[in-house]
């Protein structure tokens, strides 16, 4: 699995306090690192649409077409994903979970469906089906890229569902790797999400 931040808004905090001011016209409280307390101040009330004004896009690849189609149930963000119509499919990676990998009496199974797979949808082009008719027989274990671009307010509301230890391990995992991402280009914005069980405790609403 890779994730790859490709853009974010350029200096997206003092982007989003210099929105979210215009709300209170309090422009005159501005300072140099005000915005920090003002985006914590405006997410501890709820004012969370200010957040929107931020935006960024991931590269997403290495993943199963599994984790995208959870991925792009997300509606409010541009999605491009690797085309199983227009791509040739033939010599597919796969992803095996890791339940599978533990096991290997399923791993045997698994992998040989795998290989079945993929002589049946090889075995469809060279009867002249074109690959969008071919790809009916592509697991949903296939390898895809997708390219996801959505605002602050929605990337928190994807972490808060796919961050969770309730979310199926691998989106867990590319949603953990997107958050940390953030977490260091917005600390602001993302703060509140603790990655690590251990401060549960602490009281955050967001401890993964």
Do not use: W
């Not at 957040?51 to 792009?72: C, D, M």
Request: aromatic share 8%; hydrophobic share 35%; proline share 3%.
């Amino acid at each position: 699995m890779n994730v790859e931040l490709l853009e974010i808004t350029p200096d997206a905090e003092k982007h989003i306090e210099q929105a979210g001011r215009t709300c209170y016209q309090s422009h005159d409280n501005t300072r140099e690192d005000s915005e920090k307390t003002f985006i914590e101040k405006i997410i501890k009330n709820g004012h969370h649409s200010v957040l929107e004004h931020g935006y960024a896009s991931f590269r997403i690849n290495g993943v199963s077409r599994s984790l995208t189609h959870q991925l792009v149930r997300h509606r409010l963000m541009a999605i491009s994903q690797q085309s199983q119509r227009y791509c040739n499919e033939e010599n597919f990676a796969y992803v095996t979970p890791d339940a599978i990998k533990d096991n290997p009496q399923a791993q045997k199974l698994f992998d040989e469906f795998m290989a079945v797979a993929k002589e049946s949808y090889c075995k469809l082009q060279q009867a002249g089906l074109k690959n969008e008719d071919a790809r009916y027989v592509l697991p949903n274990a296939v390898c895809s890229e997708i390219v996801i671009s959505a605002n602050f307010r929605q990337l928190r509301h994807i972490f808060a569902l796919r961050c969770s230890p309730k979310a199926q391990l691998e989106i867990r995992k590319c949603a953990l790797s997107m958050l940390r991402i953030m977490k260091h280009h917005v600390p602001a914005v993302f703060g509140d999400f603790v990655i690590d069980s251990e401060k549960r405790t602490a009281g955050s609403p967001f401890a993964y």
